[in-house]
């Protein structure tokens, strides 16, 4: 990282004839349907640029950057953001930063699907608030994109009001809703006053930003900060140096944690925040494309990432919560095991472990109990907890998401099977097959828990679920899961993997699936990328051995690999508002 000059400027011919602009739609998760444009070479493109628009702004805003980065056989794709440019919606609001990310996601699919682009060969340009959601895709998604570009990502927005994030906090509590008006000034974003006149006349752009918003914003900063070394992508940051709208500190902080193997900052001297739309733009287009060029140029970073549990931040982060506990963290747990056992849930938590099925169908429940009303009141607050929110919003991506897996098959005709490896009680897995009634299909429920599975046959028969087996089964043993009979169409391996800090276990257990499976079938698998109470879990709480519940958490991209080297595909995936857990529905590739 370092203040750059930028090259001299230089007068050249064009490397491209120029792009044809279309307009086109996609439809995101939720069903709304996004606007977005391309600006297409008369040939098939070599390679593709995904370009992510500031806050407050829309796709058109990238007209001009396009034509000065002049790329040959390269295609663009801006889309409006939700509340933005030509997409529907309220202006400046979303249901969260999670929905965003999530429509980034898809849109980048609907690409690949509808212009046949390759992410391997795919780079993505964002700025401000375009950066912080563009860096939560690549973090939570793990495309295989070729290379990032974030020009002053605004990983922490400049708030001059004392206190304001608690503040909004506050408000947001106890009135949601609203919008927060933006104090910034065309004169602060660009000291070219075309452009700022551009900005001032622009119908399309609009200067407030609602306050959950604004919020997520923040949170998403700090996650991406504190886990910056999950990102492998390519980096270059642009940062400008007089930046009246975020805070370079936030970005050069990121920029350290980074864990890409290639990665460049550059301050950009006197630019404000506006990086595209100042006087030198044209030098920063030239700097952008001689990153992406030699991105291109070189072969992409290939990481070892089945041996990251060998080496690597996570397995640091492993190591380190092994380590003895200080007294504070001793304090806090006999605490815990005391007081705490007022809440129903904690005393469970401590009789059967904090990641034992029973557990987890307590924090389904989501029904606070204990000793007095004091021990209702502290079941409420563990039941809060950042970690089981996660969970509740995981399980009904589940849910959901079993639902599109048995439809697939079933509209493809195969007959359909359902094995969970590691069911727990199977709460989830059985109501889905209750409310699909109509889809002849049935299931077979392994545990290794002799709780767990009474649990589940409880639950089958006061859903009246006849086509339903419920057996014990080790869910590590590949040639016990290679001879499941009925052989499964669909595979759920859910809330497992995050517990075995090991890969190669994990990586026998989804080859064990993969044998048990013919091509098509579906895997639904779960991950835990990044959780913000590691050290609180490793040092007060135990797993269901009794031992402390420290985890090694996989990067997304760690996940993926392991399921794709046992033979399949990822096809599709969802994560919690949180950015806690996530949920991947994947199809069997090959036998």
């Not at 009135?175 to 551009?198: E, F, I, N, W």
């Not at 975020?246 to 050069?252: F, L, R």
């Not at 563990?382 to 009904?396: F, H, K, P, S």
Request: glycine share 6%; with cysteine.
């Amino acid at each position: 990282m370092h203040l750059t000059q930028l090259p001299p400027r230089t007068t050249s011919i064009s490397r491209s004839p120029a792009l044809t602009s279309t307009e086109h739609n996609f439809v995101t998760w939720d069903g709304s349907t996004l606007f977005y444009r391309a600006w297409l070479p008369d040939h098939p493109a070599a390679r593709a640029v995904i370009l992510f628009h500031r806050g407050h702004e829309h796709s058109a805003r990238w007209q001009e950057t396009v034509e000065s980065l002049d790329l040959p056989d390269t295609a663009f794709f801006a889309w409006d953001q939700r509340g933005h440019g030509h997409s529907p919606g309220e202006r400046g609001h979303a249901p969260s930063l999670s929905a965003i990310t999530k429509d980034a996601d898809r849109f980048a699919r609907h690409l690949v699907r509808e212009h046949g682009i390759d992410l391997e060969q795919t780079a993505v340009i964002a700025s401000s608030v375009g950066g912080v959601i563009a860096a939560a895709w690549v973090h939570d998604f793990a495309p295989p994109i070729r290379a990032m570009v974030l020009a002053a990502p605004a990983l922490r927005v400049k708030l001059y009001l004392p206190l304001a994030v608690p503040l909004l906090r506050l408000k947001e509590k106890f009135l949601p809703g609203g919008c927060v008006s933006s104090y910034v000034k065309s004169r602060m974003l660009t000291h070219d006053p075309d452009q700022a006149a551009a900005y001032d006349a622009d119908p399309l752009i609009f200067r407030q930003i609602a306050v959950n918003m604004l919020l997520d914003l923040h949170d998403a900063g700090t996650r991406l900060i504190d886990d910056a070394g999950a990102i492998r992508t390519p980096t270059l940051i642009l940062a400008a140096e007089n930046d009246w709208v975020v805070q370079v500190p936030a970005q050069i902080e990121f920029y350290k944690r980074l864990g890409s193997p290639v990665k460049q900052m550059d301050v950009l001297p006197g630019f404000s925040h506006s990086v595209f739309h100042e006087k030198e733009r044209r030098r920063v287009a030239e700097r952008v494309r001689e990153f992406l060029d030699d991105c291109v140029a070189k072969p992409p970073p290939r990481d070892n990432l089945l041996d990251a549990d060998k080496g690597g931040f996570t397995r640091t982060e492993y190591d380190l919560l092994r380590a003895p506990s200080s007294a504070r963290w001793r304090l806090i747990r006999a605490a815990l095991k005391t007081g705490g056992r007022l809440s129903q849930g904690i005393r469970l938590g401590w009789r059967t472990g904090f990641d034992s099925g029973l557990t987890l169908d307590y924090i389904y429940e989501n029904k606070p109990r204990g000793w007095t009303l004091i021990g209702k009141i502290v079941d409420r607050c563990y039941l809060n907890a950042a970690g089981w929110r996660g969970i509740r919003a995981r399980r009904v991506i589940l849910g959901r998401m079993l639902e599109s897996a048995i439809r697939r098959a079933h509209a493809d005709g195969q007959p359909i099977h359902i094995l969970d490896i590691a069911s727990g009680p199977g709460r989830y897995l059985l109501e889905t097959m209750r409310m699909l009634r109509e889809i002849p299909m049935s299931a077979t429920l392994r545990d290794y828990k002799p709780a767990n599975l009474e649990a589940a046959r409880q639950l089958a028969r006061e859903l009246d679920l006849q086509n339903v087996e419920i057996a014990y089964g080790d869910a590590f043993a590949r040639s016990s899961l290679a001879t499941q009979s009925p052989q499964p169409t669909i595979a759920i391996a859910s809330g497992l993997f995050e517990l075995i800090p090991e890969n190669a276990p994990v990586l026998e257990s989804l080859c064990g699936i993969a044998d048990a499976m013919e091509p098509g079938g579906y895997l639904l698998y779960t991950n835990q990328p990044w959780h913000p109470q590691m050290e609180f879990i490793a040092r007060a709480l135990v797993n269901r051995e009794g031992r402390p519940w420290v985890m090694r958490r996989r990067t997304q991209a760690e996940m993926d690999a392991l399921v794709r080297e046992a033979g399949f595909e990822k096809i599709e995936q969802d994560i919690d508002p949180c950015g806690i857990f996530t949920v991947s529905l994947a199809v069997r590739v090959r036998a």
